[in-house]
Nanobody, 121 residues
Framework: EVQLVESGGGLAQAGGSLRLSCSTS????????ISWFRQAPGKAREGVSC?????????????TYADSVKGRFTISRDNAKNTVHLQMNSLKPEDTAVYSC?????????WGRGTQVTVTS
């Protein structure tokens, strides 16, 4: 059974940093694209960042970011721990949201329960 568990959320001041983790089980994390989404109160869920699966020969992955977080957030993967991280720097109050990780595997979309990030000005 595929499971995703987010952690690392919390309260931060504007300009601060947080590191989110998405711990996975039931799959080899390097074989799938893993995405982070967020949803702020009263707003639609939006994609934040994605890391592709390893391409095999060179273990290279492609990362993508929403324009709103480019240059501030960095997604990475620890294959040994089956975990994907989202390093969030220079946080802004508008980054306040519930952050969730997602993977599409075996023709199914799997989601974690999310972790709350609150940024104060």
């Amino acid at each position: 059974e595929v499971q995703l568990v987010e952690s690392g959320g919390g309260l931060a001041q504007a300009g601060g940093s947080l590191r989110l983790s998405c711990s996975t089980s039931g799959l080899a994390v390097e074989a799938f694209a893993i995405s982070w989404f967020r949803q702020a109160p009263g707003k639609a869920r939006e994609g934040v960042s994605c890391i592709s699966s390893d391409d095999g020969s060179s273990s290279h992955s492609t990362t993508t970011y929403a324009d709103s977080v480019k240059g501030r957030f960095t997604i990475s993967r620890d294959n040994a721990k089956n975990t994907v991280h989202l390093q969030m720097n220079s946080l802004k109050p508008e980054d306040t949201a519930v952050y969730s990780c997602n993977v599409r595997a075996y023709s199914t979309n799997f989601w974690g329960r999310g972790t709350q990030v609150t940024v104060t000005s």
